[in-house]
């Protein structure tokens, strides 16, 4: 019966004739940084007011530990991609038409409710453009801004194809173990009140527990490819009969180097399947995967640009005689920072700077790839809750991370790519929420 997963979620009314392939945009913004390297000095910034950044004329180098090479920062120029304030890119982009309710679409009952419960009351964008496709059974590429709702866009529609047929598998794949645990969060909350299981598998927990639960064979497994191969090699994880598949963060996982992992847990899915395929960019490398492995896929983009445009985002200078610690704390001890996520590069100098935070007198925490999985839970829930008011991270930790409530997100040391900027800003002015990004240059 599950020879044919297109018919099996069924079309039952649903949104009738999509087409069979589209790919719908809703209109882009310009995006920031893309006008001829303005030098925004003085002009246009929330930042500039006696503080020490953004108005000292001082010519920039572009900030230490810039590198060079495809997609990567270098030099002054790309200094104006860490800011918007006074840019034609806040011009309001035009609205972004929602024609669906969660009301119309043909879903059980009690996931209906489910998704009432959590205060979803009108699709996001992605939603609104890529369930009905995925209702009916269509693989689907989705491109999508981080913090868009994709994470109900895959879930909505696999949980109903899982609630109507029980013998149906998913498989989520993801880059993270924190987005792997907030997707089974969010799995959680949209299933209470069914008898649908999921496990998450990933690296840095231990690997029993989640062999002991893979054997009673839940309709859902979330995991990161390397923990999911290793599954498969000792023969618990088996997915010949997994007619469901979704990738997450596809770019990510390409740009983490999980390629060959992935290559390996998809080679052994049934070809008959559904594919669902989110990325926030679209390289070729990402369009290859694509032909890989998706069948004649519906693609949805509901990209506005490279950024949120939600974010504020500006530059701090230091100013001669001061110390970048001290710019900082000068920052943070301003109320409106008031939940903040901070960038370095290393686990060593996040560590350390944590510290020399919690030195100061500040509330924060660390995470980084040198804590246990449980340290690591431990600081995000103490900064989720508002227990602490700053998370020091490096890129890896936080990827991915939906954080609610973060105002600022603060790039105190330089991020290494175009796509680490714009997955680290991200974080903040989530879900309809303004949030401000800055960037320190010295
Ligand atoms: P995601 O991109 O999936 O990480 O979602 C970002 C945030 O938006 C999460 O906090 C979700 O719970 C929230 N969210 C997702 N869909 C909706 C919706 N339709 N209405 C309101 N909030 C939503």
Redesign the pocket.
Known sequence: MLDHPRQSSGPRGQSSGAPARRFSRTPRHKVPGSSPAPRHEGGGSHYSSGRSFQNSGRRSSGGGGSRSGGGRFNKRADMSRFINTGKENSAPAAPVVITNK?EDFLIEPQLKAA?LA???????A??DQSIPHSLLGHDVVGI??????????FLIPLINKALLDHSQHVLIMVPTRELAQ??QE?FRSLTKKTDLESVVCVGGMPIYRQITQLRHGPAFVIGTPGRLKDLIERGVLKLSKCQNVVLDEADRMLDMGFINDMRVVLALLPPTRQTLFFSATMSREVEKLVGEFLNNPIRVSVKTGDTSKDITQDVVRVPPGKTKLEVLHDLLVQPAFNKVLIFGRTKHGVERLADMLVDKGFKAESIHGNKTQGKRQRALDLFRKDHVQILVATDVAAR?L?I?GVSHVINYELPGSDEDYIHRIGRTG???KKGIALTFVD
């Open positions: 969660f998704i959590k205060g979803f009351n009108t699709p996001t992605i939603q999508a801004d981080t913090g868009s709702g994709k994470t109900g866009a907030q997707i969010e991915g939906d609610t989530r879900a309809g």
